[in-house]
């Protein structure tokens, strides 16, 4: 089956012949989502900054286009996979699932209502999501899916139940939507932030949590937001069209740690 893809477009590019390609970032008005939203417009995508605040997705869509790049806003709620996308401009050619939220809370004492708004939303909510972009891509012959998955999906941590069985089980999804999209020329593939300094992360990290990372984490430092981002837009480039089905980790060697002092 032949199948259209990034290596028919100039490296680096995210245009093909008369159209650019557009990239629908979910949660993508703050913190890591923004980010990525600025660093895809200026790859050359048209984003569709995705949010359940509008005016949070107006004003960062503004901003990006102050900058000569291409951006609109979209209000969306993940867990309400909307059609809009398809009726304002035909297509959807990269989903980035980055909206999200967590719950802390230990095991024993872990609410129903929090575990089962955690898993719908970031679990549920993203696979609704994904058929729906899917949809769009396979009647182009190809498109590109990546989510925002998380450390806590492969390690688990204090406080983390319903958040990291979420991701989890988001990075399982990833898996199955590579091998079951493959043959429509859709990849699939998820990036696990370590620790990334933003403002959730300012406000909701206790000084013993940021010192429990600095203690884990071998660079002793936490991320930036752009470090995500640039991981993103290689996932999303002509460089990275035969990866697929894979969890990239950006955690300053977290993952990889043992124990750092003797």
């Not at 998380?150 to 989890?168: C, E």
């Not at 990075?171 to 959730?200: F, H, K, S």
Request: hydrophobic share 40%; aromatic share 4%.
């Amino acid at each position: 089956m032949s199948v259209p893809d990034l290596h028919h477009l100039p490296q680096g590019s995210a245009r093909a012949g008369e159209f650019t390609r557009i990239a629908q970032v979910t949660g993508g008005a703050t913190g890591i989502g923004a980010a990525i939203s600025s660093t895809l417009a200026e790859a050359g995508f048209s984003v569709i900054v995705a949010e359940i605040n509008l005016d949070a997705a107006h004003a960062h869509a503004a901003s990006i286009e102050a900058r000569n790049t291409r951006a609109c806003a979209l209000r969306l709620d993940v867990a309400d996979a909307s059609a809009e996308i398809e009726r304002t401009h035909g297509r959807c050619d990269v989903l980035v699932n980055n909206a999200g939220i967590a719950g802390v809370a230990s095991f024993l004492d872990c609410p129903i209502d929090v575990w089962s708004h955690v898993l719908a939303t970031n679990v549920t909510g993203l696979m609704l999501c994904s058929q729906s972009a899917a949809r769009r891509m396979k009647a182009h012959g190809w498109g590109l899916i990546m989510s925002i998955a998380s450390i806590s999906g492969v390690r688990s941590s204090t406080g983390r139940t319903a958040y990291g069985t979420s991701k989890a089980a988001l990075i399982g999804l990833t898996r199955q939507m590579a091998v079951e999209l493959a043959e429509a020329g859709i990849t699939a593939n998820c990036v696990a932030p370590g620790p990334i300094d933003t403002p959730l992360t300012r406000d909701h990290h206790s000084p013993e949590t940021r010192e429990g990372y600095y203690l884990t984490v071998p660079m002793r430092r936490y991320g930036q937001p752009s470090d995500i981002a640039q991981t993103v837009e290689f996932l999303c480039s002509y460089h990275a069209g035969y990866i697929s089905g894979h969890m990239v980790s950006v955690d300053g060697g977290f993952l990889a740690a043992g124990i750092l002092d003797i």
